[in-house]
Nanobody, 118 residues
Framework: QVQLEESGGGLVQAGGSLRLSCAASGRTFSSYRMGWFRQAPGKEREFVATISRSGGSTAYADSVKGRFTISRDNAKNTVYLQMNSLKPEDTAVYYC???????????WGQGTQVTVSS
C-alpha cells in the first residue's frame, strides 16, 4: 500500500499563499487517483480537491474553486496543492489521500496544519 507524507503547512495571513506537497512511497503512485481533504477544529473532514492518475482531470470543492490548484508529478511521486487568496476559514489540518482499485480513499497521510490569520 502506498504511504503518504504531507509538508508545506504553516501560518499565513489572509490573502496569502501556501503550497502543500504530498510525497508518496512506492513505484505505483501513478496508478492512484489522489485527493486533498481538510478538517477544521470541531468539524468533519471535508473534500478539497482531487486529480486523476494522469493529472488530466481535476475537481474541486466549491469553497476553494478558483483559489486552489491541485497538480501531480508522477516522476517525483508527489501531489501538490497550491493555495492562493487564503481565508481564515481555510484554517484546518490538510490531508492527502490515495484512492485505490476498490474505489475509495484507503491511504492517508498524517496531515499538515494550515493556519490563516485575519
Amino acid at each position: 500500500q502506498v504511504q503518504l507524507e504531507e509538508s508545506g503547512g504553516g501560518l499565513v495571513q489572509a490573502g496569502g499563499s501556501l503550497r502543500l506537497s504530498c510525497a508518496a512511497s512506492g513505484r505505483t503512485f501513478s496508478s492512484y487517483r489522489m485527493g486533498w481533504f481538510r478538517q477544521a477544529p470541531g468539524k468533519e473532514r471535508e473534500f478539497v480537491a482531487t486529480i486523476s492518475r494522469s493529472g488530466g482531470s481535476t475537481a474541486y470543492a466549491d469553497s476553494v474553486k478558483g483559489r486552489f490548484t491541485i497538480s501531480r508529478d508522477n516522476a517525483k511521486n508527489t501531489v501538490y496543492l497550491q493555495m492562493n487568496s487564503l481565508k481564515p476559514e481555510d484554517t484546518a489540518v490538510y490531508y492527502c489521500a490515495a484512492r485505490g482499485a476498490l474505489g475509495y480513499y484507503d491511504a492517508w497521510g498524517q496531515g499538515t496544519q494550515v493556519t490563516v490569520s485575519s
